[in-house]
C-alpha cells in the first residue's frame, strides 16, 4: 500500500510561482512512476506533468509545457511540481499518483493506481 500527501497549494497572483510536494509512504517509491494531475472547477481531471522512476523521462501537457517542472528525490520519497508563471486558468486541485512498480509513466489517469487527496491552487487575477 502507498499512501501519498500533497502540500504547498495556496493562494498566489497570476505570474506567481509555486511549488507543490507529494510526501509517499513505503520503500517503494523509487520503483514507481508518478504523475501530477489537476481538476479544475467544473471540469473533468486532466494530466498535467509525468516522470519516470528514475527521473529519465518527463511528460507535460502542452498548456504547462515550459513553465510547469516535474521532478522527484527518491531518497527523500517525494516527488514535486515547480510551477511557474502561473495563469488563472492554472486554477485547480493538484493531485499526485503513483502507478504500480515498473511501469512506465504515462498521462493515462487510469494507469495510475494510488492517489493522493489533492491540494487547491488558486490563481488570482
Known amino acids: 500500500q502507498v499512501q501519498l500527501v500533497e502540500s504547498g497549494g495556496g493562494l498566489v497572483q497570476a505570474g506567481g510561482s509555486l511549488r507543490l510536494s507529494c510526501a509517499a509512504s513505503?520503500?517503494?517509491?523509487?520503483?514507481?512512476?508518478m504523475a501530477w494531475f489537476r481538476q479544475g472547477p467544473g471540469k473533468e481531471r486532466e494530466f498535467v506533468a509525468a516522470?519516470?522512476?528514475?527521473?529519465?523521462?518527463?511528460y507535460y501537457a502542452d498548456s504547462v509545457k515550459g513553465r510547469f517542472t516535474i521532478s522527484r528525490d527518491n531518497a527523500e520519497n517525494t516527488g514535486y511540481l515547480q510551477m511557474n508563471s502561473l495563469k488563472t486558468g492554472d486554477t485547480a486541485v493538484y493531485y499526485c499518483a503513483t502507478r504500480n512498480a515498473y511501469l512506465g509513466a504515462t498521462n493515462i489517469p487510469h494507469d495510475y493506481t494510488y492517489w493522493g487527496r489533492g491540494t487547491q491552487v488558486t490563481v488570482s487575477s
Open positions: 516522470i519516470s522512476s528514475r527521473s529519465i523521462t518527463t
Open positions: 513505503g520503500r517503494t517509491f523509487s520503483s514507481r512512476a
